[in-house]
């Protein structure tokens, strides 16, 4: 029984592997429409002492674009359980196996996409790596121990569980439909080896993959920390010691601030391998959220970066932009050729956070000199934007924008009354602590 066909069609949403989901992007072969559709496999489930599955089968799907109503089809594997997420719907499948001769006629003579570009190629794609075991950003207010490693033992501690909160709210949600969250939030009470009591903010950016791992999450804040000016003083670093702070404060500021300004003459440097330019863009752009970002820079850098993405990846750049698959820090970027300063900064209406000086985005041993400094939004704006004639972003605040928060004192349940919080909350939050 366990290898029939028509029972294991039966039973195959129970064999779904949500791991394995995989979004690619295409255009409407009439219209040229964007539209993506996904894709989905089995794996083997235990059953009564054995297992069941893997069980994929081949097939079509044909859709319909919700542009110009021309019919197509695609290829996939799974026809019966893959869907149009955007730009076509599902008229109906085709499985290959059991095809009628009208289905394999209409198979032979449709017009099928072309086009497609694995999502995986998605420049737009986050992730909140933090290197733990660098020197710390946070520090104990009470005895300036580095408080990074310490945050990242409590987030090990408890990462089982944490996921499993995570978990059981990705399967609410996607029952539920609706809007994803912005992030997942957790709160880790630490008690330093001074015997002061600290509390840790760490997110990641959410996503329906759940094979994160506790690397993945970024400090955002450690309440009863140093203040960061006093952690990071004003003084000369190694490069690598420049980026991998500005590695830690973007997810920060991507997720306390409202706009996040990158003015910076050179990205990597001209003696830079295709790959290695790739890698500098894409540490950043990973780290962002694209839409919230300002990047001011010398024209030839993105021409470069577009060059070098076409050498590594063997991708044209302007087939991502079509598939909307290019980040739009690149596409938005502004150009100016005429300056040399080095400002990293994050703004937002109670204040901003400035990290500026001599060095470029680019790694390596050589000495820059780099200050962080608090200061109002007027006064960034007059003393950083005007001088290189860049306008400050005007901030989306219309659209609702929320994360769920794990809380270490709720045993990471997802369905606590404060496990929802809403972006115009993150600040107290995450800054002081104050719980909805
Ligand atoms: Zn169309
Ligand atoms: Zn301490």
């Given at each position: 029984m366990l290898k029939d066909k028509k029972f294991l069609r039966s039973i195959k949403s129970n064999l779904l592997d949500f791991d394995s989901v995989k979004h690619t992007n295409s255009t409407c072969p009439s219209c040229s429409g964007l539209l993506t559709y996904s894709q989905v496999w089995t794996h083997a489930v235990p059953l009564a002492a054995t297992h069941v599955g893997p069980f994929d089968e081949f097939g079509w799907s044909i859709g319909e674009c919700k542009v110009c109503n021309t019919e197509f089809l695609v290829d996939v594997v799974n026809p019966d359980f893959s869907d149009f997420i955007s730009g076509a719907r599902k008229v109906r499948f085709i499985l290959e196996d059991g095809a009628s001769e009208a289905d394999l006629r209409f198979v032979s003579c449709s017009l099928r996409l072309e086009d497609s570009l694995d999502k995986n190629l998605d420049m737009n794609k986050r992730s909140y790596v933090y290197n733990y075991e660098g020197r710390s950003l946070y520090e104990c207010g009470n005895c300036s121990a580095g408080l990074d490693q310490q945050v990242y033992g409590a987030l090990l501690g408890v990462f089982e569980r944490l996921r499993d909160g995570s978990y059981s709210y990705l399967n609410w949600s996607m029952k539920s439909g609706g809007l994803d969250p912005e992030y997942i939030i957790s709160r880790l009470p630490i008690v330093c080896g001074c015997g002061a009591s600290l509390v840790a903010y760490v997110g990641k950016p959410?996503?329906?993959?759940?094979?994160?791992?506790?690397?993945?999450?970024?400090?955002?804040?450690?309440?009863?920390?140093?203040?960061?000016?006093?952690?990071?003083?004003?003084?000369?670093?190694?490069?690598?010691?420049?980026?991998?702070?500005?590695?830690?404060?973007?997810?920060?500021?991507?997720?306390?601030?409202?706009?996040?300004?990158?003015?910076?003459?050179?990205?990597?440097?001209?003696?830079?391998?295709?790959?290695?330019?790739?890698?500098?863009?894409?540490?950043?752009?990973?780290?962002?959220?694209?839409?919230?970002?300002?990047?001011v820079t010398k024209k030839d850098q993105i021409n470069i970066f577009k060059r070098a993405y076409r050498e590594h990846y063997k991708v044209d750049y302007s087939q991502l932009e079509k598939l909307k698959l290019s980040p739009e820090l690149v596409n938005g970027a502004v150009v100016n050729s005429k300056f040399h300063a080095k400002v990293y900064a994050a703004s937002s209406l109670f204040g901003c956070e400035v990290y500026s000086g001599s060095a470029n985005l680019l790694t390596g041993p050589s000495k820059e000199v780099m200050h962080f400094s608090e200061i109002s939004q007027s006064d960034f704006e007059s003393s950083f934007l005007k001088p290189l004639g860049v306008s400050a972003v005007v901030p989306d605040h219309a659209q609702v924008k929320y994360s769920f928060l794990l809380d270490f004192e709720n045993d990471f349940s997802a369905f606590d009354r404060r496990s929802t919080i809403y972006s115009e909350g993150y600040y107290s939050l995450i800054m002081h602590d104050a719980l909805p």
């Open positions: 959410y996503s329906q993959d759940h094979n994160f791992a506790a690397s993945d999450f970024s400090i955002l804040n450690v309440v009863g920390s140093k203040k960061l000016h006093d952690a990071m003083k004003p003084g000369i670093y190694s490069k690598d010691q420049v980026m991998e702070w500005l590695y830690k404060l973007l997810p920060r500021w991507t997720v306390l601030f409202d706009t996040i300004y990158l003015m910076v003459p050179f990205v990597g440097h001209l003696y830079m391998k295709p790959e290695q330019v790739v890698s500098v863009w894409e540490a950043l752009i990973s780290r962002v959220d694209t839409k919230k970002v300002r990047l």
